[in-house]
């Protein structure tokens, strides 16, 4: 594999997109978020090297990494979006991915992790001073803290984009050509596996326990039969709709029992 | 004080439709710029209000500097739905001034850990499901699934968000009761469809391939002698199961689960047990 070669306007603007899909992430969540608009902020990735149809595989890729994922109550997550931005960068061509996903992609998001508690660390700081503010009644000030918070997001997502697409064509090269055959082949085993993680989160989180025919119902859909997703979740959209519409009228039903009323 | 906010009075607006839109659309900016391990969404909360307290505490100092006190402590809850619990606060600080803050405080505190576990929910099933949809298109080099997904985000941006802040305006407390039902049967049902879409993805997403291993001389193909007679995706469902079990072990979080999940893959690569999907 030939490492790529990137201008330094195409590594700031691939550096910035990870500052956006942070900041998208933290606030309107419109599709170019860190956590749910892994494949639009890809695409933009794609076409800074000029290459969108690239971006949206890489995209697909680590996307489906990230699915089932939230990061609720301050959860820090591996920073799949910023992998993917350097995976968009690196890869050069189609054929490349999963290799440039493996090699440097996955251990990229797993390892700058902490970055991500540093940042939410460092706008207590920002916290404070807009204790401070706000304690005075000083509304311009408060806003400023507020802001200020951007920094922490912005400087933990960019850094780690930033050093890997400066180093990132030599070391691919250098480990792709010193790599066992072994090694090769399980990184790639582990990214076709990763998905996993999510989706068991999700069940976690789910009543699975309650539902799980559901779970077996989609999977059986796929498995045995090749559905695509699309079908599969308007299957569960029918049966959920009639669900909805079964407990609704029981609540109804027990409103007006209890009421002592039947005159609906 | 309660008798009072109940009172249909509330009904009456003071804010204009544009400007309960506004403040949907500054909490969507500000809800978690400065999120921190402290007080979280706390200055998010206060920095979307600013120019409604300006504006409501105009000629009561007093009561301004009440409302920026009340505002400045821990706040965290679901993006959405904290659209509902600003309606609420708005509306009676709107009508009572600083005399309605206690019960604003109140309110706040007691609404913000119902709606994160509900909103939540909601929202990692909501995003689940249009994500699948779209990761499955675009594995296959279509654009559309995405599409579908933006226009839902921006449905939750420009329509629900607004909506739900003004029906959390013009309803007051009284909704929450009313709206606690309904809410925990829309997660149900879309517990069903989210679970649904779930296992349709561990069996198109999840690439597992077992190789061949040497048992005393005679070689055994796993994924053709072994796996595939019990079942299509026999992996994908047995590495789902393994981290769903480790998830439940004390102490596990979703990196260390990675690590996990990498080191035994690689171990089992080397020793030829799976091979390259």
Redesign the interface.
Same mark, same amino acid.
């Given at each position: 594999m030939d490492g790529v070669n990137l201008s330094i306007l195409q590594i700031i603007l691939l550096t910035a997109l990870a500052g956006i899909s942070i900041i998208d992430q933290m606030t309107f969540t419109l599709g170019l978020g860190a956590v749910n608009g892994i494949i639009g902020v890809s695409i933009l990735a794609g076409l800074v090297v000029g290459n969108p149809m690239l971006g949206l595989l890489v995209g697909g890729l680590f996307q489906s990494y990230a699915l089932g994922i939230g990061m609720f109550g301050g959860t820090a997550i591996p920073n799949w979006a910023a992998a993917a931005i350097m995976v968009t960068g690196l890869a050069g061509s189609v054929s490349n991915i999963d290799a440039t996903a493996a090699i440097i992609g996955v251990p990229v998001a797993a390892l700058t992790v902490q970055l991500d508690v540093l940042g939410r660390f460092a706008n207590v700081a920002f916290q404070h001073r807009g204790d401070k503010y706000a304690k005075e009644g000083n509304a311009k000030q408060v806003l400023i803290s507020n802001t200020l918070g951007l920094l922490g997001w912005t400087i933990s997502r960019m850094t780690p984009v930033f050093l890997g697409l400066l180093v990132g064509p030599a070391l691919i090269t250098m480990l792709y050509e010193s790599m066992p055959i072994w090694l090769s082949t399980g990184l790639s085993a582990v990214s076709k596996i990763l998905p996993a993680i999510g989706m068991s989160v999700l069940l976690r989180y789910l009543p699975t326990k309650e539902y799980w025919h559901y779970l077996v119902a989609g999977f059986v859909l796929v498995a045995w039969f090749n559905a695509p997703i699309l079908a599969v979740s308007l299957i569960g959209l029918a049966l959920a709709v009639n669900s909805f519409k079964t407990a609704s009228n029981q609540t109804k039903l027990t409103e007006t029992v209890e009421g002592g009323g039947f005159d609906e | 004080m309660s008798k009072e906010i109940m009172n249909s009075e509330l009904s009456k607006t003071k804010m204009t439709e544009k400007e309960l839109r506004d403040i949907s659309y500054r909490w %969507?900016?500000?809800?978690?710029?400065?999120?921190? @391990?402290?007080?979280?969404m706390?200055?998010?909360y206060? %920095?979307t209000l600013?120019p409604f307290?300006?504006r409501n505490y105009k000629d009561d100092?007093e009561g301004?500097?009440q409302a @920026?006190?009340t505002?400045?402590v821990f706040f965290?809850s679901c993006?959405n739905l904290s659209n509902l619990i600003l309606g609420i606060d708005v509306a009676i600080e709107d009508k009572l001034g600083k005399e309605g803050l206690p019960t604003v405080a109140a309110i706040k505190n007691s609404l913000m850990g119902p709606f994160?576990g509900i909103g939540?929910?909601l &929202?990692?099933?909501t995003?689940? +499901?249009f994500?699948? +949809?779209? &990761?499955?298109?675009?594995?296959e /080099?279509s @654009?559309l699934?995405?599409g579908i997904?933006?226009v839902w985000?921006?449905t939750?941006?420009f329509y629900i968000r607004p909506l739900l802040l003004k029906i959390g305006y013009k309803q007051g407390v009284e909704l929450v009761t009313t709206l606690k039902?309904?809410l925990r049967? =829309?997660t149900?049902?879309?517990?069903? =469809? /989210? =679970?649904?879409?779930?296992?349709?993805?561990?069996? %198109?997403? +999840?690439?597992?391939?077992f190789g061949s291993v040497d048992l005393f001389g005679s070689v055994i193909d796993l994924q053709a002698k072994v796996f595939d007679p019990i079942?299509?995706?026999m992996g994908?469902?047995m590495?789902?199961a393994l981290? @769903?079990y480790?998830?439940?072990k004390k102490g596990m979080?979703? &990196?260390r689960? =990675?690590?996990i999940?990498?080191l035994l893959?690689?171990i089992? %690569?080397?020793f030829g047990i799976?091979?390259?999907?």
């Open positions: - | %969507s900016w500000h809800r978690s710029l400065a999120w921190n @391990y402290e007080k979280m706390s200055l998010g206060l %920095s600013v307290l300006e100092e301004r500097m @920026y006190h505002h400045s965290n993006p994160a939540d929910a &929202v990692v099933t995003n689940t +499901i994500g699948s +949809i779209a &990761v499955s298109m675009a594995l /080099g @654009y699934g995405l997904w933006i985000n921006f939750l941006m039902d309904k049967n =829309l149900n049902s879309a517990s069903m =469809l /989210g =679970l649904m879409v779930v296992g349709g993805m561990i069996a %198109s997403i +999840i690439g597992v391939r079942m299509p995706k994908a469902a590495i789902t981290c @769903y480790l998830l439940g979080t979703v &990196v689960l =990675l690590w999940v990498m893959t690689l089992l %690569s080397f799976l091979i390259k999907p």
